[in-house]
Nanobody, 127 residues
Framework: QAQVVESGGGLVQAGQRLTLSCAAS????????IGWFRQAPGKEREGLAC????????NYAHSVKGRFIISRDNAKNTVYLHMNTLNSEDAAVYYC????????????????????WGQGTEVTVSS
């Protein structure tokens, strides 16, 4: 069964950086686009960034563009979300997700595009 698993969350101070990882089981991650999303308490889940299967296309939400970077290491079957200059508004549960269809040259930050979701990893930002 295809699954994605997030890791790397934790408690950081405002202004610090953190890198989240998304690993896959049951399928080869490098064949698939990956999206990162987050959901803060009381808020809807929002799309943050995505990367195409070959890594040639990335997209970012306005809220994180310039601060967050998505990358992938296909040799490690892992996609990363590098988060810089974190603030209290970044505190949330972060999710990665993969679509059912592989080999997409482009990616979209839209939840409807993704079929396989992880359980999430929590990021807490202290001031």
């Amino acid at each position: 069964q295809a699954q994605v698993v997030e890791s790397g969350g934790g408690l950081v101070q405002a202004g610090q950086r953190l890198t989240l990882s998304c690993a896959a089981s049951g399928f080869t991650l490098d064949n698939y686009a990956i999206g990162w999303f987050r959901q803060a308490p009381g808020k809807e889940r929002e799309g943050l960034a995505c990367i195409s299967s070959r890594g040639s296309n990335t997209n970012y939400a306005h809220s994180v563009k310039g601060r967050f970077i998505i990358s992938r290491d296909n040799a490690k079957n892992t996609v990363y979300l590098h988060m810089n200059t974190l603030n209290s508004e970044d505190a949330a549960v972060y999710y990665c997700a993969a679509p059912r269809i592989p080999f997409t040259p482009m990616c979209m930050i839209a939840q409807a595009e993704y079929d396989y979701w992880g359980q999430g990893t929590e990021v807490t930002v202290s001031s």
